[in-house]
């Protein structure tokens, strides 16, 4: 969604611009392949922690093609000095980059930088002229003539989301993407899926969380505007599924109650959707859910994390309770819709029991669908800070590859609490939960499951047993 909003962005200012993702082109063309069919003068990467490392390696190539290279997204924004290091890295952007990526675009027509050749046949990074107004754009990293890297004044948060033209969503090549998720596991495998953002940043500050790009502001659109993008996705692009990707979608719940009604009264709940990410349970109410029920919705997303209240409150600072999400789970399934349901183990002051309630818990709410997932400290977050301070992790011998909510492996042990104990305590749950006699016999009856066998059998023998290695 943030290439698509760039996208977005960059054709209302009227610039030729596509989106290339690697997944959907996988076995259709690399991106070595689609630099050399046709020249990229400017290539912009957007990157999340764990794929900073392969976000270098685009850039090098497209660095290697001719192109001005310009990195932006969750990661850059919080470490932007590490990628401007970088020589294949020309540009950063942090933040939110609508106004930036056009900002950029028209100071390129006037000074496309220079590249100061020595006798290094190596890549050399661009440098830019400061005279032509480089350090007037708010958000932006840059090299100077000197090569000296310059850090402009962050960008203010976008006040007005209306303002802001819609994500390109008919430059993905939709008819490759499989479902809005597997890690949700769509409604449908073949899906026409897409995703909306309603409302940007999240008031909340549980110490996992890293919110680089929207931040604890939260920020809605109106629900004109949003039902204007959602027609789109229905009418004009033929969606069979639409995803709410935001960070807390139901913050404000009049709001929330009042999209559902705008989209019974457009006719748009003819369209299943899901909510992607966790809703918070402490904004919810009975007739929210029977709202989004008529309303289209399928399944609906908690952010449960903890079946104790002392981790919640005074570790991840949730600002919720296991009873508040008792009573939300109960509330949408009698609503009629499926739930799915996020845990956390290995977080500070766990310990066996309290991994053992997170577990009690799932079994007890019963989810459709449960994710168990290591903690895992994101460069920034209150959670790295205090790794840090207790020498745990530092910059110096992290591998950013690693750091990933799905990986297999704890990311750091806790006082009296191996890595060991986190991991066998996360199969534990696994197998609890997913090999019950009722669970057995839903996952057997799925069409999917034997369409896709060898895929579920991998995942399986590495989220339940610990054999071989999850993708």
């Given at each position: ?15 030729e ?28 990467i ?12 685009a ?11 310009i990195l932006?997204?969750p ?25 930036t ?5 028209r ?129 004009d ?84 309770t ?26 500070p ?8 309630q ?114």
């Amino acid at each position: 969604m943030g290439l698509g909003y760039l996208a977005g962005a960059l054709l209302s200012a009227g610039y030729e611009t596509e989106i290339w993702d690697a997944d959907a082109e996988a076995g259709y063309e690399t991106f070595e392949e689609r630099l050399k069919r046709e020249p990229v003068p400017v290539v912009g990467i957007s990157s999340p922690t764990p794929l900073i490392v392969s976000a270098w390696r685009a850039a090098a190539t497209a660095k290697q093609a001719g192109a001005i290279t310009i990195l932006g997204g969750p990661h850059p924004t919080l470490m932007p000095h590490e990628s401007m290091e970088k020589p294949q890295v020309d540009l950063v952007v942090r933040g939110e980059a609508e106004e930036t990526i056009v900002e950029i675009m028209r100071l390129l027509e006037r000074d496309p930088g220079r590249v100061l050749h020595s006798g290094d046949t190596a890549i050399q990074p661009r440098r830019f002229d400061p005279a032509a107004g480089w350090g007037d754009v708010a958000g932006l990293s840059w090299r100077d003539l000197d090569g000296e890297i310059h850090h402009n004044l962050d960008r203010p948060l976008a006040r007005d989301l209306d303002a802001i033209p819609f994500p390109a969503h008919h430059l993905f090549k939709i008819e490759r993407y499989t479902n809005l998720n597997p890690l949700t596991d769509g409604l449908d495998p073949h899906a026409r899926a897409y995703t909306i953002v309603t409302s940007r940043g999240c008031p909340y500050k549980c110490i996992y969380c890293s919110k680089p790009i929207t931040g604890h502001t939260w920020r809605a659109r109106s629900v004109e505007n949003v039902i204007a993008e959602w027609r789109w996705l229905v009418e004009d692009l033929g969606a069979t599924e639409i995803g709410v990707t935001d960070d807390v979608w139901n913050l404000d719940l009049k709001r929330a109650k009042a999209l559902c009604r705008a989209l019974i009264a457009n006719g748009l709940n003819r369209v299943p959707w899901i909510t992607i990410h966790g809703m918070k349970v402490n904004h919810t109410d009975p007739e929210l859910f029977r709202l989004m029920k008529a309303a289209g919705c399928k399944r609906v997303g908690f952010g449960f994390e903890s079946g104790n209240d002392r981790i919640l409150r005074e570790v991840i600072r949730k600002a919720q309770t296991v009873d508040m999400a008792r009573q939300a789970v109960r509330w949408a399934k009698e609503a009629g819709l499926e739930t799915m349901g996020f845990f956390i183990f290995g977080m500070p002051g766990e310990t066996e029991e309290t991994m053992e309630q997170t577990i009690r818990l799932a079994l007890e709410l019963d989810p459709d669908l449960a994710h168990f997932m290591f903690a895992t400290p994101y460069p920034g977050t209150e959670l790295w800070k205090m790794l840090e301070a207790q020498g745990r992790i530092s910059y110096h011998d992290v591998e950013w590859g690693q750091m990933a909510i799905q990986d297999d492996h704890a990311h750091f042990e806790v006082d009296g609490l191996s890595r060991e104990a986190i991991e066998r305590k996360w199969h534990e749950a696994h197998r609890r939960f997913y090999l019950r006699p009722r669970r057995i016999i839903r996952i057997v009856a799925r069409r999917d499951t034997w369409r896709r066998l060898p895929y579920y059998a991998r995942q399986a023998a590495a989220m339940l047993f610990g054999l071989g290695e999850r993708r």
